[in-house]
T-cell receptor
Framework: KAGVTQTPRYLIKTRGQQVTLSCSPI?????VSWYQQTPGQGLQFLFE???????NKGNFPGRFSGRQFSNSRSEMNVSTLELGDSALYLC????????????FGPGTRLTVL | GEDVEQSLFLSVREGDSSVINCTYT??????LYWYKQEPGAGLQLLTY?????DMKQDQRLTVLLNKKDKHLSLRIADTQTGDSAIYFC???????????FGKGTRLHILP
């Protein structure tokens, strides 16, 4: 069974630009969560999608948005990038109603210059 | 509010046991997790424990939960060089809830 895949793995952008990251969950998983990992703040929850609907949201500004497609693949978008958005963005997929065992992808390393 | 705290560094000699500790603030946490992150990789779920359990053992890993003190620990027996990684303690309130992570403990193995 293939694991969670994220593309691209690395990305360099400049301030003010926008970026879209992609996550493909494990086959059969319909829930996808996104997390931001930085050295200072650690891992912080961004949002969760299930059946193309946002089910849970963290405390991030509106510049951070996401969506989920009918095949459960998810994208997250960050508009008007700031230097502080440089981070490792991790997505995780899981079975809703299970033991909340979330399987993480390798992440996308975003650098904002 | 929700908060998970753990020490940032731990050094252990190869072959010894490693014990990584964690405290959490929310007594309604139902699931408590330990994740491992190796350099350049995502997070790997090592083990988890339900809040109604005191202990869980899985090969070299032993998780102890003291719900009264809101203290969780992970013991790795016979620590190997491959155990060198960052270990994250985490909690969630329910099956479908977000996971709150600690800042991670970097485990360094001494030869």
């Amino acid at each position: 069974k293939a694991g969670v895949t994220q593309t691209p793995r690395y990305l360099i952008k400049t301030r003010g630009q926008q970026v879209t990251l992609s996550c493909s969950p494990i086959s059969g998983h319909r829930s996808v969560s996104w997390y931001q990992q930085t050295p200072g703040q650690g891992l912080q929850f961004l949002f969760e999608y299930f059946s193309e609907t946002q089910r849970n949201k963290g405390n991030f500004p509106g510049r951070f948005s996401g969506r989920q497609f009918s095949n459960s693949r998810s994208e997250m978008n960050v508009s008007t990038l700031e230097l502080g958005d440089s981070a490792l963005y991790l997505c995780a997929s899981f079975l809703r109603g299970g033991d909340n065992e979330q399987f993480f992808g390798p992440g996308t390393r975003l650098t904002v210059l | 509010g929700e908060d998970v705290e753990q020490s940032l560094f731990l050094s252990v000699r190869e072959g010894d046991s490693s014990v990584i500790n964690c405290t959490y603030t929310d007594s309604s946490s139902t699931y408590l997790y330990w994740y491992k992150q190796e350099p350049g990789a995502g997070l790997q779920l090592l083990t988890y424990i339900f809040s109604n359990m005191d202990m869980k053992q899985d090969q070299r890993l032993t998780v102890l939960l003291n719900k009264k003190d809101k203290h969780l620990s992970l013991r790795i027996a016979d620590t190997q060089t491959g155990d060198s990684a960052i270990y994250f303690c985490a909690e969630s309130m329910s099956r479908n809830d977000k996971i709150i992570f600690g800042k991670g403990t970097r485990l360094h193995i001494l030869p």
